[in-house]
Nanobody, 123 residues
Framework: FQLQAFGGGLVQPGGSLTLSCEAS????????IGWFRQTPEKGREAVGV??????????YYQGSAKGRFTISRDSGNNIYYLQMNNLQAEDTAIYYC???????????????WGKGTLVTVSS
């Protein structure tokens, strides 16, 4: 199966954007879904911006995302969202959703990756 990420685009500083990650064909019982950023300068970050456990919905946020980003899910359709508010230029990146087969919340070393979606924050 594949993870499908959607929703990137151009947004002005201070604006908002919501990304979607479709995981409709996932058959694992326990996993973590996470959003990761990639820039030319840093490559893809080892730790996700935001992650959620499929089992109990527990979440993790990277420091820069706390208070601005929210990860949520549509359990019925197995779609995970990343609501991003107050976006800044440093949030510009390709955003990937990844999946790790684990019973615990782990926001790193993902096993499966989807195609990225570009988020550009610029005036």
């Amino acid at each position: 199966f594949q993870l499908q990420a959607f929703g990137g685009g151009l947004v002005q500083p201070g604006g908002s954007l919501t990304l979607s990650c479709e995981a409709s064909k996932v058959t694992f019982d326990y996993y973590t879904i996470g959003w990761f950023r990639q820039t030319p300068e840093k490559g893809r970050e080892a730790v996700g911006v935001a992650c959620m456990s499929s089992d109990d919905g527990q979440t993790y946020y990277q420091g820069s995302a706390k208070g601005r980003f929210t990860i949520s899910r549509d359990s019925g359709n197995n779609i995970y969202y990343l609501q991003m508010n107050n976006l800044q230029a440093e949030d510009t990146a390709i955003y990937y959703c990844g999946l790790k087969t684990t019973w615990a919340l782990k926001c790193y070393d993902m096993d499966i990756w989807g195609k990225g979606t570009l988020v550009t924050v610029s005036s």
